[in-house]
């Protein structure tokens, strides 16, 4: 399966994004997909993640009430919808796919490229 995301970019402070990911081919309903960030000299971290069946989700509380992780099954299309951005949000966001939910991101055997998003203060 390949990842592709898109819809990064540069966004003022408070402002909102929405990132996609598109697999290249169906998503089981035992998947769980999910996002990651690193920015520069960080590591990966856990952003949120999504059962690809059941809808069921999760957060990093850094981003709780402000993202929402959401899946599109009939076009296998993964979102991240990014409200009241913060400077420290900006990251290369990856979309990544496993079997198993967990917040490491060594499981996940599918990565995207990554997208940028930038958040001027």
């Known amino acids: 399966v390949q990842l592709v995301e898109s819809g990064g970019g540069l966004v003022q402070t408070g402002g909102s994004l929405r990132l996609s990911c598109a697999a290249s081919a169906r998503i089981y309903s035992s998947y769980v997909m999910g996002w990651f960030r690193q920015a520069p000299g960080k590591e990966r971290e856990f952003v949120a993640a999504i059962r690809w069946g059941f809808g069921t989700t999760y957060y990093a509380d850094s981003v709780k009430g402000r993202f929402t992780i959401s899946r599109d099954q009939s076009k296998n299309t993964l979102y991240l919808q990014m409200n009241s951005l913060k400077p420290e949000d900006a990251a290369l966001y990856y979309c990544?796919?496993?079997?198993?939910?967990?917040?490491?991101?060594?499981?996940?055997?599918?990565w995207g490229q990554g997208t940028q998003v930038t958040v001027s203060s």
């Open positions: 990544a796919g496993g079997t198993s939910y967990t917040t490491s991101p060594t499981p996940y055997p599918y």
